[in-house]
């Protein structure tokens, strides 16, 4: 699983589901089956940190604050079930106010 870079589309299973039911959304909408496994719902990942073959080079994830598999899904899931194009989940109430405080520009 590859995180998600800010031009990517968001990885979704039911690509066109706005034509199908919000129980459906709801189970399926923000992942795909594991390659490995077969497993159609995403597991918890735990893990705090992910291999990287030097500094900042990675398989898509290199710490667990900055994104997760876990997380990026439940972000999809939120987009898709909200009929948006991306979704974003914080670890803390003071993690939104810093992303909304940085949109605004000085004297705006």
Do not use: C
């Amino acid at each position: 699983v590859k995180a998600m870079e800010h031009n990517d589309q968001p990885r979704n299973l039911f690509p066109h589901h706005e034509n199908l039911g919000f129980g459906t959304r709801a189970v399926h909408s923000g992942q795909a089956p594991d390659p490995t496994s077969g497993a159609v719902i995403i597991p918890i990942s735990l893990s705090t940190t992910f291999q990287q073959t030097s500094p900042g080079v990675h398989q898509g994830y290199e710490y667990a604050r900055t994104s997760n598999p876990t997380r990026v899904s439940f972000e999809n899931n939120v987009a898709a079930l909200e009929g948006a194009k991306w979704g974003l989940a914080f670890a803390s109430g003071s993690a939104p106010t810093a992303s909304i405080g940085s949109l605004w520009t000085a004297g705006g």
